[in-house]
């Protein structure tokens, strides 16, 4: 066992991967879970004020 | 040698060119548009950061080799370095992908860098894949013998053999990785020459 041994349990990769069914449509959960975290750092992106912005408007 | 064989010179020519340019202060900017203050705009240098160190570890992996990243502990932490690395260079790549494609980001003369980024994000799918199947243990072996018939079916087997380790190996070390640093330079040299793309409302500002 590796040093990293008591946080090895807190994901488990040595198991099958779960996978989402819809239609024709498969689709892994790890794949997924990086896919909406993409959509949820892009529209954070969008939305969140960025540090000094108002300065950088007031003296440009 | 007179003043008009020196103009005629190529190397004159060149960097009378190269200067016009991408003057220096064109090149390394101490400013940029106050437009350019959203985090959208950081992920063009995060994908280029992520890159940097995908490189890095590649190097660290490459002089080490695989009985090191297979079995020493510092070698599977490089080697998760490197994949990591992967993960967060593709993560940064599609949300900067997103960001422009929705700022239509091939405006004002921009196609070309629009075009080197598209070529690059194929390239690096491409290293992405032959990575896969270079990391010499049963994975790599099961996703080679899966992906053989996908490439076979295209007719490209004949010169690109996933089943190959050792050319499969090299474009992942040498040509993939050549070309995506190639590219990504070009890719950056054409956004300082050309400026970051402006917002829709900048633009419709300036020409009311």
């Not at chain 2, 799918?125 to 790599?140: E, K, L, P, R």
């Not at chain 2, 590219?183 to 009311?208: C, M, N, Q, W, Y």
């Amino acid at each position: 066992m590796f040093w990293y041994g008591p946080f090895a349990s807190l994901i488990p990769l040595d198991n099958l991967g779960h996978y989402l069914h819809w239609h024709f449509i498969q689709i892994g959960v790890a794949n997924l879970v990086v896919i909406v975290l993409m959509v949820v750092t892009f529209i954070a992106a969008l939305l969140l004020p960025f540090p000094g912005r108002q300065r950088r408007k007031e003296n440009p | 040698m007179s003043t008009t064989e020196i103009d005629r010179q190529w190397t004159t020519r060149m960097r009378r060119r190269v200067a016009g340019r991408l003057p220096p202060e064109k090149l390394l900017p101490d400013k940029q548009p106050t437009y350019v203050s959203s985090w959208i705009y950081v992920f063009g240098v995060t994908t280029l950061a992520a890159l940097t160190v995908v490189i890095a570890t590649g190097c660290l992996l490459a002089l080490r080799g695989p009985q090191w990243w297979h079995a020493s502990s510092v070698g599977h932490f490089v080697n998760s370095l490197h994949l990591w690395s992967v993960e967060i260079f593709f993560f940064a790549m599609v949300v900067h992908l997103w960001g422009k494609y929705f700022m239509a980001a091939w405006r004002g003369g921009r196609a070309m860098t629009w075009m080197t980024g598209v070529v690059t994000f194929l390239t690096s799918i491409a290293a992405a894949f032959t990575g896969y199947v270079s990391q010499t243990n049963f994975d790599s072996q099961w996703i080679s013998t899966q992906a053989k018939d996908g490439i076979n079916a295209t007719g490209a087997g004949a010169y690109f053999n996933v089943l190959n380790l050792g050319q499969m190996l090299m474009w992942h070390i040498v040509l993939l990785p050549l070309g995506a640093i190639i590219l990504t330079a070009i890719h950056v040299l054409l956004v300082r020459i050309k400026g970051v793309v402006p917002p829709f409302e900048e633009v419709s500002k300036a020409t009311r």
